[in-house]
């Protein structure tokens, strides 16, 4: 790799962490708090891929005599948390759900409708929710459940799409849980990691009070036989909640890109775009991603979002960004001067450790197009020495594109 290629490439890195540290759990959760005034919580429930680090930023706040529940992903809790006495920890499964997804659901059921009618809770929401705890309707267990996680990733459906499915094989999803709250008062704090930044979607809507309004779509035999046949009526639950309720935003993926565009005019780039574009199959995603580029002037271009891919019945390894990043490496193929990565801010690609991939103009791409085809682009990226890494970032607003074009 030529050294203008390196340094480019070095420096979209730079604008990609740059981006995702201003978004970190921590960061944003211990700067609402003290913009609000709220600095002493009882309870604390927080749930979600980026549940330690948010948790991490309202410690200060938890009373001494208080209590939290803490739901996140395996090996994604800060020490500092599993040591406070106060604190309960549980770790599950994502993006497969599994068998403590089902604990974690009825710990977390237990801890909001177990608190007493003078309680106020601080609810922490994060993308990842929705496979991290789960406490299904009668009729689905485990297994089903995982049958139908598995057909939802594979199938190419959008977020919208699986959230709605989510939501009726749940008895804590789309507004259901935090509606059997007996308390005073609910003030959630969200990390969006939802196109548009509905937060109402957050984790299928855990941290809701009401249904989200989504588009119905037809559902396929495999999918719809999952669903209820007969669905109830919600029992227990207050339909008009008498306890205050407050919704805030503290992190979304337009506050990333915007730190990105940013740090990249500080290091002399021009901006050309920065916009929510990742969304829909990959293919046609980068077809017109590389026609920007090619039409566009030089600088950095600065999307996020979230893309959607259909794997084989064989899948290979890898996530939808590292499948991203060689389908658009190969679109831009005859083009000079590029340098990109394409990674998920959470700092894990479906189900890796790597946040998603990173290419430059000139790389040799054999084999790239059959590895897309077979989904199995993290195979041939690492082969490359081409995946993007970072570990847990803290973080969850969806995905971030920085490419650079020289």
């Known amino acids: 790799m030529s050294k203008s290629k390196q340094s480019s490439l070095a420096l979209a890195r730079d604008i990609w962490l740059a981006a995702v540290q201003s978004v970190k759990g921590d960061t944003c959760t211990r700067l609402a708090l003290s ?27 938890l009373d001494p005599q208080g209590s939290a529940l803490v739901v996140t992903k395996y090996d994604h809790t800060d020490p500092a948390l599993q040591n406070d006495p106060r604190i309960t920890v549980v770790e599950s499964g994502h993006p497969m759900p599994d068998k403590n997804s089902l604990a974690a659901g009825k710990a977390v059921k237990e801890f909001v409708l177990g608190l007493s009618e003078d309680a106020e809770l601080l609810v922490l929401v994060s993308g990842g929710a929705s496979a991290l705890a789960e406490y299904l309707v009668p009729g689905m267990d485990l297994e089903k459940l995982q049958c139908l996680s598995l057909d939802l990733l594979a199938d190419g459906y959008s977020i919208d799409q699986i959230n709605s499915v989510r939501i009726e094989i749940s008895q804590i999803k789309g507004g259901k849980l935090l509606r059997g709250f007996k308390g005073k008062r609910i003030q959630v704090y969200g990390l969006s990691d939802i196109p548009g930044d509905d937060a109402t979607l957050i984790g299928s809507g855990i941290a809701a009070i009401a249904p989200p309004v989504v588009k119905p779509f037809p559902l396929p035999d495999n999918i719809a036989k999952y669903l ?93 960004n590292q499948s991203l990043t060689l389908t658009l490496a190969l679109k831009t193929a005859a083009m000079s001067g590029i340098s990109a990565v394409v990674a998920g801010t959470d700092g894990t690609d479906g189900p ?30 690492e082969n490359a020495g081409a995946l993007f890494s970072t570990g847990p970032t803290g973080t969850n607003v969806m995905d971030l594109i920085i490419l650079i074009k020289r």
């Open 228 to 320: 209820p046949k007969n669905p109830k009526a919600d029992s227990g639950l207050n339909s008009s909640p008498s306890f205050a309720y407050q919704s805030t935003l503290v992190g979304s993926n337009q506050i990333a890109r915007q730190t990105a565009a940013d740090f990249a005019r500080k290091a002399g780039l021009t901006v050309v775009e920065s916009t929510e574009i990742i969304d829909g199959d990959i293919e046609q995603l980068a077809t017109k991603l590389a026609l920007r580029i090619s039409n566009g002037e030089n600088g950095v271009y600065i999307w996020g979002g979230e893309s959607t891919v259909r794997l084989p019945d064989q899948p290979g390894q890898g996530g939808r």
């Open 352 to 381: 890796t450790s790597a946040a998603g991939g990173e290419f430059v103009s000139g790389m040799n791409l054999d084999g790239a197009a059959d590895a897309v085809r077979r989904a199995d682009a993290g195979s041939w990226l």
């Open 35 to 61: 913009q609000s005034g709220d600095q002493s919580w009882k309870y604390i429930l927080a749930v979600g891929k980026a549940a330690s680090s948010m948790m991490l930023g309202a410690l200060d706040a």
